[in-house]
T-cell receptor, first 116, second 117 residues
Framework: EAQVTQNPRYLITVTGKKLTVTCSQNMNHEYMSWYRQDPGLGLRQIYY???????DKGDVPEGYKVSRKEKRNFPLILESPSPNQTSLYFCASSFEGRSSLRNEQFFGPGTRLTVL | AQKVTQAQTEISVVEKEDVTLDCVYETRDTTYYLFWYKQPPSGELVFLIRRNSFDEQNEISGRYSWNFQKSTSSFNFTITASQVVDSAVYFC??????????????FGTGTRLKVLA
């Protein structure tokens, strides 16, 4: 089954304790992205990656890191989480065609993170 | 700067009513893409439709229709004869080439639609 998986689905942690949220897709998609969803703010792009070893900042990258060492994986790293990073996080992926058609994104189920 | 505005925070309708969700965007580019996604109460995000900036043809899919007007920078979504299952948060999104040559996505803040039985 084609899908984007995220782990963990729920996480409660404390300020300053490094954490990683994993994201994996099995569709051989080039483009992967992380978003956070907050009430009243919609979805905001944190980081995205056009392909392996190619990453770029979205609109809210502060406090986050990413890496893209393999095509299928795109982990989100919070080196020193703070309470303002409490949010619902979504990973997404999409196919990048040579025709530059923008394809729809497939989203993971979301990770609800609480930082105390 | 690119921006997507969904001015309607929440809409409530009675089942079988028609409802239109508004989306207004701003972009400096001539090539861009617009999307609608649905987020039902279960939380997942589901793709509904994509439009590129060169295709202003309106589209109908069952009870759903989309009206894209470049002149007003709008990409509105209409649900005809709404049903309770249409209750969800709907997001409009814009994709364009960033200054570094990569693609960025900008989502609106979403419109929560409640369809009452």
């Amino acid at each position: 089954e084609a899908q984007v998986t995220q782990n963990p689905r729920y996480l409660i942690t404390v300020t300053g304790k490094k954490l990683t949220v994993t994201c994996s897709q099995n569709m051989n998609h080039e483009y992967m992205s992380w978003y956070r969803q907050d009430p009243g703010l919609g979805l905001r792009q944190i980081y995205y990656s056009m392909n392996v070893e190619v990453t770029d900042k979205g609109d809210v990258p502060e406090g986050y890191k990413v890496s893209r060492k393999e095509k299928r994986n795109f982990p989100l790293i919070l080196e020193s989480p703070s309470p303002n990073q409490t949010s619902l996080y979504f990973c997404a992926s999409s196919f990048e065609g040579r025709s530059s058609l923008r394809n729809e994104q497939f989203f993971g189920p979301g990770t609800r993170l609480t930082v105390l | 700067a690119q921006k997507v505005t969904q001015a309607q925070t929440e809409i409530s309708v009675v089942e079988k009513e028609d409802v239109t969700l508004d989306c207004v965007y701003e972009t400096r580019d001539t090539t861009y893409y617009l999307f609608w996604y649905k987020q039902p109460p279960s939380g997942e995000l589901v793709f509904l439709i994509r439009r590129n900036s060169f295709d202003e043809q309106n589209e109908i899919s069952g009870r759903y229709s989309w009206n894209f007007q470049k002149s007003t920078s709008s990409f509105n979504f209409t649900i005809t004869a709404s049903q309770v299952v249409d209750s969800a948060v709907y997001f409009c999104a814009l994709s364009e080439v960033s200054t570094s040559g990569t693609y960025k996505y900008i989502f609106g803040t979403g419109t929560r639609l409640k369809v009452l039985a």
